[in-house]
């Protein structure tokens, strides 16, 4: 069956795209979805950014997004389902600020993410400079680990080797064996606390050979008993909307999936692929 849900994506009330909410609804139709959620970002302690004004540049204005998605939920109410989700940048540092920032709305989903590696986001070369691939890859895991033993208020872990995108050694792919110890202990927490992963096809256009995660680490998840995962396009663009769905029910099958997760009010509904 075709996937009829995208889980993961962002406008303009996302700091890094300029995408109106109702042209992302549109491109969702235009593919044939039935329901979407916004999971627009909220980052705390994200460190400036020299193209944008002011300090915290992914700060959310949760009563803006939330009164457009209501009228747009009420405009398209026959066509499609419209979710209100947020993703959260998980940082020890603000670890009290997510969570009162996750409370303060009823979300129907939320993403926890981590973008930075102590304070550095790895988009941003600066990051590897004096490092290996490998050394940047393991600290981005570690401190994965690390924050989601802290933070519990989410539902999903959001693509989970995201530092992959950006290797400046070019090495986009990874042997699970090199990390095993460290994802192991993220899946077996992930599973012990009924929390599950995302399927992210969002880094095929930016070099990636496989999705988020890799298929090794698909596999592996599934293999220690996660059965939660959704799948998002992490669209920032209409045109990215349902990115690669189509090779998506084959890739989780091979991993040993039967099911996939789409959320509200915060409970995993099941669809069989």
Known sequence: MP??????????????????????????????????????????????IPEKDGPDPFMLNADSYLYELLSLREKYKDRIRIEFGVELGLQLCCLKENLI????????????????????????????E?????????????????????????????????VLRYGPGGKRDYKYSEYGDILDEIFGFLIENEKGIEL??????????????CMEA??????????????GSDAHKPENV???????????KEAGFKYYCIYENRLPEYHKL
Request: some cysteine; glycine content about 8%; aromatic content about 12%.
């Open 200 to 213: 992210n096809t969002g880094g095929i256009k930016k070099g990636m050979k496989e999705f988020h995660p």
């Open 3 to 48: 996937i009829i849900c995208d889980c993961h994506m962002h406008s303009h009330h996302s700091t890094d795209s300029e995408a109106t909410m109702e042209s992302m609804v549109e491109a969702a139709l235009a593919k044939g979805l039935e329901t979407i959620c916004f999971t627009e970002h909220q980052d705390f302690v994200y460190p400036p």
């Open 130 to 162: 004096g490092r290996t691939d490998t050394e940047v890859y393991r600290r981005y895991f570690e401190c994965m680990l690390e924050n989601i033993r802290k933070f519990h208020n989410f539902d999903v872990l959001g693509h989970l080797d995201y």
């Open 242 to 252: 349902a990115d690669h769905f189509d090779r998506v029910p084959d890739v989780l």
């Open 218 to 231: 698909l596999k592996r998840y599934r293999e220690l008993g996660g059965e939660i995962i959704t799948i």
């Open 101 to 128: 920032f996750g409370r303060e709305h009823e979300y129907d989903f939320i993403i926890g993410s981590i973008h930075l590696i102590d304070g550095q986001d790895p988009y941003y070369p600066d990051t590897f």
